[in-house]
């Protein structure tokens, strides 16, 4: 029920997220969702693709700090609202959580939320029952 997220730590210098994506791509790494936070020194550069195992041996080999993260991956309507409506849910449902990103589909007209809470397995159950389209790993990387 949860999705396998790659998490590398990135020093704040000229090239390095080149050299990720790069040695990503000539590995047959696809990307299907990118996001970075950032502090003056470092960064967390957050990815969804289509092979987490793969993805972190290759950068780990390449040098880089890498760890895969369970997350949460749920399919609203990209309408306004939708967002809402789920964290009104988390809310409720006493659900914390950590960061959030997104990507639109590029097959229907939905959003794909990617959210990492403290007990994803828990969290994802809560939200299935309310009615929450929780989305598999396969499902995202078709999304």
Do not use: W
Not at 13 to 31: F, P, V, Y
Not at 43 to 71: H, M, W, Y
């Amino acid at each position: 029920m949860l999705v396998k997220q790659i998490s590398v730590f990135v020093q704040n210098e000229k090239g390095r997220l080149s050299k990720i994506t790069d040695t990503m791509a000539k590995n047959g790494i696809d990307i299907r969702s990118i996001t970075i936070s950032d502090t003056v020194d470092y960064g967390i550069l957050r990815l969804i693709v289509n092979d987490p195992e793969k993805c972190k041996a290759v950068l780990t080999e390449a040098g880089f700090t890498v760890s895969i993260t369970n997350v949460l991956a749920i399919g609203i309507d990209d309408i306004p609202g939708s967002l809402a409506k789920v964290f009104a849910l988390c809310d409720e449902k006493g659900i914390n959580v950590e960061y959030v990103y997104a990507f639109i589909s590029h097959t229907t007209q939905d959003a794909c939320i990617i959210m990492r809470v403290l007990d994803g397995e828990s969290s994802a159950k809560i939200l299935k029952d309310c009615g929450v389209k929780i989305l598999s790993e396969e499902e995202v990387y078709q999304f």
